[in-house]
Structures are given as structure tokens and as C-alpha cells.
């Protein structure tokens, strides 16, 4: 999921639960490298992604994978980011996406469950923009209210929740992990313009990327 800044914040709610401190970039993108992110079209984008096996989780190359998704994602300057958009089949994501009260969540999560939404929770309309879809954004109905279960990278139980943008990211990287994209929600019109508009915008965000990917070089230790 876009977002057109690194989160400033220092307090976190990391893997679901409260920090005092926090830095402003997760560590896990220290330990990482940048990959390339994949673009609507590619077939793994459109795929149901597979469960992370057991035999993964607690890993060298899992917790690889989830270092290199962190240092992809702030490189890109995004809130979240699913397997599919480095190219890989597995379910998970990670995310560092602020609420609607500037309450910053930092975490990943594996085999995510997205649980039903209530009936009574409202439905909001927002713009909504995707690292994988770059440049345009177009305005789509999401639940106020979101929680993920899962779990992390060395198997142990996740459950997070959010409102408003959060709740919003959740969903969205969600959706990734089943092989949908936010466009494929949208209007077939809506849809065409949002991706004539990716044509346009994609070259001068690559571009940007490819400079905010140098800076993180100078920013991060290792």
C-alpha cells in the first residue's frame, strides 16, 4: 500500500502491542536489501498466494524475506507490502502505517486471516493507492475496522486491529496475499483511468524510488 511519507513517529504498537520507543525505521531494514517491486500485470500479483510452511517459520530465509519486504517497502515510501509484491508466492506481509489518531503500527504478519467484517461497522470511502499499481490513487469502500490473525515469522500467534487508514492498510495487504489488488474492486471504467494514469506517472516514481533506495543506503546502519 502507498503513502507519500516515512512515518516520523517514535512510539509504536509493534506486533500489536504497545512500545514506549521505537526507532523511526524498523530494524529489520538494516539487516535487509531492496527488491524489486512487481507491477500489476505479473502473474504472482494475481494469485492466490500458499501458506508459509512449518517448516519455514523460524528460519534464516523467512526472516530474510520479511527484513528485505521492510527495507523494499520504506525504499518505495509505503505503509505496507505483501510477499507477491517482491515476487514471492508465500502469504505474509509487513506494515508501518500510522491510524487515524497518528498512532503508528509497526509489524508483519504471516498466513494473515482477515476476520468477517461486522455488519454494523461502517463503510468508508477513501483514497486508496498500491506500491504495485504506481503512481494513481482512486477513492474505495473499506471497513472502519480491521483485524488480522496470523502469525510471526517464528511461529508464534498475531492479532492486530485498527480504524480508519490502518484498518485500511490491513485490508489491503490482505487482499494481496489472495491475489487481489485494489483495482480489481474498482469500476471497469474507474479501473482503466487509474491504470492510464499508472502508465504515465510509473517511470517518474520508479525514479524516486530508485534515489530514496540510495538515501537508505546513508541511513541505516550496516
Same mark, same amino acid.
Given at each position: 500500500?502507498?503513502?507519500?511519507?516515512?512515518?516520523?513517529?517514535?512510539?509504536?504498537?509493534?506486533?500489536?502491542?504497545?512500545?514506549?520507543?521505537?526507532?523511526?525505521?524498523?530494524?529489520?531494514?538494516? #539487516?535487509?536489501?531492496?527488491?524489486?517491486?512487481?507491477?500489476?500485470?505479473?502473474?504472482?500479483?494475481?494469485? #492466490?498466494?500458499?501458506?508459509?510452511?512449518?517448516?519455514?517459520?523460524?528460519?534464516?530465509?523467512?526472516?530474510?524475506?520479511?527484513?528485505?519486504?521492510?527495507?523494499?517497502?520504506?525504499?518505495?515510501?509505503?505503509?505496507?507490502?505483501?510477499g507477491s509484491?517482491?515476487?514471492? +508466492?508465500?502469504?505474509?506481509?509487513?506494515?508501518?502505517?500510522p491510524d487515524?489518531?497518528?498512532? #503508528?503500527?509497526?509489524?508483519?504478519?504471516?498466513?494473515?486471516?482477515?476476520?468477517?467484517?461486522?455488519?454494523?461497522?461502517?463503510?468508508?470511502?477513501?483514497?486508496?493507492?498500491?506500491?504495485?499499481?504506481?503512481?494513481?490513487?482512486?477513492?474505495?469502500?473499506?471497513?472502519?475496522?480491521?483485524?488480522?490473525?496470523?502469525?510471526?515469522?517464528?511461529?508464534?500467534?498475531?492479532?492486530?486491529?485498527?480504524?480508519?487508514?490502518?484498518?485500511?492498510?490491513?485490508?489491503?495487504?490482505?487482499?494481496?496475499?489472495?491475489?487481489?489488488?485494489?483495482?480489481?474492486?474498482?469500476?471497469?471504467?474507474?479501473?482503466?483511468?487509474?491504470?492510464?494514469?499508472?502508465?504515465?506517472?510509473?517511470?517518474?516514481?520508479?525514479e524516486r524510488?530508485?534515489?530514496?533506495?540510495?538515501?537508505?543506503?546513508?541511513?541505516?546502519? +550496516?
Open positions: 500500500m502507498s503513502e507519500q511519507s516515512t512515518p516520523a513517529q517514535v512510539a509504536a504498537v509493534v506486533q500489536g502491542r504497545e512500545v514506549a520507543d521505537y526507532p523511526v525505521l524498523a530494524p529489520e531494514a538494516a #539487516r535487509g536489501r531492496v527488491r524489486a517491486i512487481t507491477a500489476r500485470g505479473e502473474e504472482v500479483l494475481h494469485r #492466490r498466494g500458499v501458506d508459509v510452511p512449518d517448516e519455514m517459520l523460524g528460519g534464516a530465509e523467512l526472516a530474510r524475506l520479511i527484513d528485505d519486504m521492510f527495507r523494499t517497502m520504506y525504499a518505495a515510501e509505503g505503509v505496507g507490502l505483501a509484491q517482491v515476487g514471492v +508466492g508465500w502469504r505474509l506481509f509487513v506494515y508501518d502505517c487515524d489518531d497518528g498512532v #503508528r503500527h509497526v509489524g508483519h504478519v504471516v498466513n494473515p486471516v482477515l476476520e468477517a467484517r461486522d455488519p454494523d461497522d461502517a463503510v468508508v470511502v477513501e483514497n486508496e493507492g498500491c506500491l504495485s499499481v504506481p503512481g494513481p490513487h482512486a477513492e474505495l469502500g473499506r471497513a472502519e475496522h480491521a483485524t488480522v490473525r496470523g502469525v510471526d515469522r517464528d511461529g508464534g500467534p498475531v492479532v492486530v486491529s485498527g480504524s480508519g487508514y490502518f484498518a485500511r492498510c490491513l485490508q489491503h495487504e490482505t487482499d494481496h496475499t489472495l491475489g487481489k489488488l485494489y483495482v480489481d474492486r474498482l469500476s471497469a471504467r474507474e479501473r482503466k483511468r487509474v491504470l492510464k494514469k499508472m502508465n504515465e506517472m510509473s517511470e517518474g516514481v520508479f524510488r530508485r534515489v530514496r533506495a540510495k538515501e537508505l543506503e546513508e541511513e541505516l546502519p +550496516g
